[in-house]
């Protein structure tokens, strides 16, 4: 439904660092970056797979208030690295990874606050038993 996301970060080497760290584990990789002489503005850079970016962030005035972005996870160990991985660069703890059943009972979630004050979520929708 949604083509692509994007917002302003507060210090964007810093973000691009820390999202590309933290979004691996998920498969999401940095795809390309645009330069302010490309944009006719401020730098942006495109996350994403399978030759689609669609998480993007920017240079300029960040969001004041957080925003939920929930990403897609293949296996509920690739939500726990993912948490892992966040952690170890830079995120607040928002909700360790397990089950989270008042969503569904195979909900298996973890979340994290991102430097910019986003909350990030991976998210696995798969009974354990399916994923090998």
């Not at 995120?91 to 059943?101: E, V």
Request: charged fraction near 20%.
């Amino acid at each position: 439904m949604i083509d692509h996301i994007g917002f302003s970060v507060k210090d964007y080497k810093h973000s691009v660092e820390f999202y590309k760290r933290a979004l691996m584990p998920l498969g999401v990789t940095l795809m390309m970056e645009i330069t302010p002489e490309q944009s006719g503005g401020g730098s942006h850079a495109g996350f994403g797979k399978a030759g689609k970016a669609y998480f993007w962030i920017g240079t300029g005035e960040p969001t004041e208030r957080g925003m939920h972005i929930a990403f897609n996870a293949p296996t509920r160990a690739s939500v726990r690295d993912f948490y892992k991985h966040a952690m170890a660069a830079g995120a607040k703890d928002n909700g360790p990874p397990g089950l989270r059943p008042h969503y569904h009972d195979d909900y298996y979630g973890a979340f994290v606050i991102c430097p910019n004050g986003h909350n990030l979520e991976a998210v696995c929708h798969q009974p354990e038993k399916d994923l090998g």
